[in-house]
């Protein structure tokens, strides 16, 4: 196909990953173009018959080859948005999904009233559930843990590029870490191994392993971080998880097992199981 015009370069993208198979084809090639060459809809309306550079062509034609083998377009333009804000992204972590503002959203619900609270993100990953957090709640304070150090330095660029302050401590669940927290938050992995080979191609073959396996049954972190997440919880604190839809009840009981009350499940807009959440009270401590 010979392309010269914007309108050509569109057409071959389009028709390249519905050859692919690529679920969001024609979305999909719009946005590597407008990546490409910072156009928006409203000028490629008016200019779409205009030449392409030959240099923005081969660009194009090499991200929508790339695109074509299943490689997530948030991972080939480097950004992807949560919560209202841009993520840099890359093959280290996982890609921030609308799901788990459901999570954010919670426990900003959760912190009214509350001020100077310190914040603890189990799993941060590229640090978006931690990041949206602290730009929403103005006075608080928050670390962000990770066994990986590639994910941590995602989240430290986040962290600079947002201009929001945070502390990120690689280590194995808490082993390295210290302090207590007003709230706990985690998206860990949650998902069982035998399933991982049925997930989509982007899914299983581009995004972390390690941020995927939640073990054989899937709820391995959820029990490792509800059994130790009480030593690291002030008075009241609050833990919230992200889970999967079918293990809303196994980690409500994990938490109930482990003394948190108000034991909350809600759900996402397709209405499965998606955030629980629970407080704890602990007794206090005399000198």
Not at 111 to 130: A, P, Q, V
Not at 196 to 221: C, N, Q, S
């Amino acid at each position: 196909m010979l392309m010269k015009t914007y309108k050509d370069a569109l057409e071959y993208g389009k028709q390249r990953l519905l050859e692919c198979k690529i679920e969001d084809a024609k979305l999909d090639a719009w946005l590597l173009l407008e990546h490409v060459s910072g156009i928006s809809r409203s000028w490629y309306f008016v200019h779409e018959d205009d030449e392409i550079s030959q240099e923005d062509m081969e660009k194009y034609q090499g991200l929508i080859e790339q695109r074509g083998k299943h490689i997530p377009l948030q991972q080939l333009t480097k950004e992807a948005y949560f919560y209202g804000m841009k993520f840099f992204v890359n093959e280290n972590v996982l890609i921030p999904r609308q799901d788990t503002e459901i999570l954010v959203e919670q426990v900003l619900n959760l912190s009214k009233g509350r001020e100077n609270l310190k914040l603890l993100d189990m799993c941060t990953g590229s640090g978006c559930i931690l990041l949206a957090l602290l730009a929403n709640l103005k006075k608080a304070s928050g670390t962000g843990v990770d066994l990986s150090e590639k994910a941590l330095e995602v989240a430290q660029r986040n962290g600079r590029e947002l201009e929001l302050e945070a502390s990120w401590v690689q280590s194995n669940l808490f082993d390295t870490v210290s302090g207590t927290y007003d709230i706990i938050v985690s998206n860990p992995p949650y998902i069982e191994t035998a399933v991982i080979e049925g997930l989509m191609d982007e899914v299983k073959l581009y995004e972390p392993r390690m941020a995927l396996d939640g073990t054989e049954d899937g709820l391995f972190f959820y029990r490792k971080i509800t059994a130790q997440a009480g030593k690291y919880l002030n008075n009241n604190g609050i833990l919230a998880f992200e889970i999967g839809y079918n293990q809303g009840k196994a980690v409500s009981e994990f938490m109930k097992e482990n003394g948190y009350e108000e034991v909350q499940v809600l759900q996402d807009l397709a209405g499965l199981d998606r955030v629980v959440t629970g407080r704890i009270e602990k007794e206090e401590q005399h000198v």
